[in-house]
């Protein structure tokens, strides 16, 4: 598994929300697999729409944002509340062997799928012997 | 709150009992419950009404398993779930409306006519 670990960010706290310049986030529940392609992560973000997404690539640093939005139902009506109207965030350290520019995403009900070849000098190749 | 490897650790110890995350807002006409259950197709929700208790159940298709046989990091939980919840109110069952958008089942019950709040004049002798 260690490429997968060292997909996953490093030693982040097993926290519900992490603070980000002063901003409450939730983490979302990822899915991480691999594949002889490449990588296939699934992120859970419920209440986001396609424009609420954002998916940013930086230095082999992959950022996942998902906004909501703005909750319409004034707080003090609520009977029993079990979710947060928070935004989501969720940061990885990608494997070196992705070839981030082309990294594919697409979101449908509330589950974005990022689909994250490797370069192709990375893939295990067959070498034929003369 | 429930925290991404917290919710693995339930859904095994509880299945389907305390997942999916709900909402239940008590507004003036109607009753409002929602449920996060995103990746999930309409048909795969069921919805019930009985004597006051609504009931939703389903199943979340998926499993955590590459078709390469890779290594793989599952958080999500896929499975059976059944959650009842008592409505704060009467409602009427006749006219409840549910939407499944961007992964959030939102329900709408109407309350019945006795259960809105109305106002009562105090009269004076």
Redesign the interface.
């Known amino acids: 598994m260690n490429t997968i670990d060292n997909t996953l960010e490093q030693a982040a706290p097993a926290q519900t929300a992490a603070v980000e310049s002063e901003r409450e986030y939730i983490r979302p529940a990822v899915n991480i697999y691999e594949t002889p392609e490449g990588y296939v992560l699934e992120a859970e973000l419920p209440g986001v729409n396609k424009e609420g997404v954002s998916v940013q690539v930086e230095g082999g640093l992959l950022s996942i944002e998902g906004r909501r939005p703005a909750p319409v139902l004034p707080e003090t009506e609520f009977f029993y509340r079990e979710t947060s109207p928070a935004d989501f965030r969720r940061d990885f350290q990608l494997d070196p062997a992705i070839d981030a520019a082309n990294i594919s995403a697409k979101m449908e009900q509330g589950v974005l799928t990022l689909t994250m070849p490797k370069a192709e000098a990375a893939k295990a190749r067959k070498i034929a012997v003369a | ?8 650790g339930l859904e095994t110890q509880f299945p389907g009992g305390c997942l999916p ?7 003036k006409d109607a ?2 419950v ?1 449920a ?6 309409k048909e795969d929700i069921d919805i019930s009404l009985q004597e006051g208790v609504l009931t939703l159940s389903g199943e979340r298709k998926g499993n ?5 046989g ?8 896929f499975g059976r779930f059944e959650r009842s ?1 008592r409505l ?1 109110c009467a409602v009427d069952a006749k006219s409840v409306k549910a939407a ?1 958008t ?3 089942l939102t329900i709408e019950l109407a309350k019945a006519e006795t259960a809105k709040p109305k106002q009562i004049k105090i009269q004076f002798n």
């Open positions: 709150m429930f925290n991404s490897s917290l919710e693995a995350a709900l909402d239940v807002h008590d507004g009753v409002l929602k996060e259950l995103p990746g999930m197709k955590c398993q590459t078709g390469g890779g290594a793989a990091h599952c958080e999500r939980w919840i704060p499944y961007d992964g959030v």
